[in-house]
């Protein structure tokens, strides 16, 4: 079985619960993803129905896209070929919790609870970790893919799940899905262009801009996340339904789950507030909605109360009142509007 979650965390690493996302520069680096493992024939991780779980927090934009991939791909229509469990959306001390805190009580928007055969018992996705490796040290991050058979974790990277998810389970899915791809072989320099930049100045750059502690560092990430948004909107001013090759693809998956979060979060909580999807940037607002509105698979997986209660509620250096805004109403606006 492959080592890659043996990997020990980085001095700078902090526990799940802490509030201190920044490096003593004020800058936020996202910490490195340490399984890295694929579900394929011939490998350790062999697709078998009954065998893998996937774990998310429906507020976390990371996990939200292996639950779209996971949809699109019909993976919910085998019965117990990759169910969900989605914990609650408080970030608490101890982590992503499946229960209520004690303390604080009366917080959060409950998930789906644990439902992992010869796990309920477990309360953190920490124990999850701690059972695939005892010595993992580093913050206990979704999504996951558990394997119940080998009782550890396949891997917790997203844009590799949702790579694997093309193809992993093919075999075992009604046939007008197999074959399916978001990473279609004659797209994918294009695609792996445009992510590059649009994760490193939006995905991340919400969270570069709304965890800086310094003005220089906030206003470092601030001013590229919008330049980038602006690049967006020229890419879709010719009114193309997606971003890349006429089709729907990782690409437009990838942004959207960022995108979707814009206005109700990342405007107010994280500053990103030089402008509006639904005010300012109007080819990106169109595209936004017809994924939401046209799309079950985005439609459905987007849980907006989960969205805004665990961003507002968990970061209490930004929010320290832990106060929900109401707005904006309605989260996304309809298609005719």
């Not at 579900?39 to 996937?54: A, M």
């Not at 570069?208 to 967006?232: C, R």
């Not at 942004?255 to 979707?260: G, I, R």
Request: charged share 25%; hydrophobic share 35%.
């Amino acid at each position: 079985m492959s080592t890659s979650g043996k990997a020990q965390a980085t001095s700078d690493s902090y526990k799940d619960g802490s509030t201190k996302w920044s490096s003593n520069d004020g800058q936020f680096r996202r910490q490195a993803s340490v399984f890295r493992d694929d579900i394929k024939k011939g490998g350790d991780f062999e697709p078998e129905v009954g065998r893998y779980h996937l774990i998310v927090a429906y507020a976390c934009p990371w996990a939200h896209r292996t639950l779209i991939v996971r949809k699109l791909k019909g993976l919910d229509k085998v019965p117990g070929l990759l169910p969900f469990h989605a914990v609650d959306s408080l970030l608490g001390s101890e982590g992503w919790s499946f229960v209520p805190y004690d303390e604080p009580a009366g917080l959060g928007i409950p998930g789906t609870g644990n439902k992992v055969p010869g796990h309920e018992e477990k309360k953190r996705i920490r124990e999850f970790y701690l059972t695939a490796d005892p010595n993992y040290s580093a913050r206990c991050t979704v999504p996951i893919i558990w394997d119940n058979k080998l009782q550890t974790i396949v891997s917790n990277e997203s844009s590799e799940i949702i790579r694997n998810l093309n193809e992993a389970f093919d075999e075992l899915i009604d046939p007008s899905f197999k074959g399916v791809t978001f990473y279609p072989e004659e797209l994918r320099g294009e695609i792996d262009e445009l992510n590059t930049w649009v994760y490193d100045t939006i995905n991340n750059g919400v969270y570069k801009s709304g965890f800086a502690t310094t003005q220089a560092a906030y206003e470092s990430n601030v001013k590229p996340l919008f330049d980038s948004l602006d690049k967006i909107e020229k890419i879709l001013s010719d009114g193309r339904d997606y971003l890349i090759g006429g089709r729907l693809t990782e690409a437009d998956i990838r942004l959207y789950t960022t995108l979707v979060r814009f206005d109700p979060v990342y405007v107010g909580h994280f500053k990103c507030n030089l402008g509006t999807i639904r005010a300012d940037y109007p080819h990106i607002h169109r595209w936004l909605r017809n994924l939401y509105w046209k799309n079950d698979a985005f439609k459905d997986t987007t849980v907006f109360d989960s969205i805004k209660a665990h961003y507002y509620e968990s970061h209490t250096q930004i929010n320290p009142t832990r106060i929900v805004p109401k707005g904006p109403s309605p989260d996304i606006l309809p298609l005719d509007a």
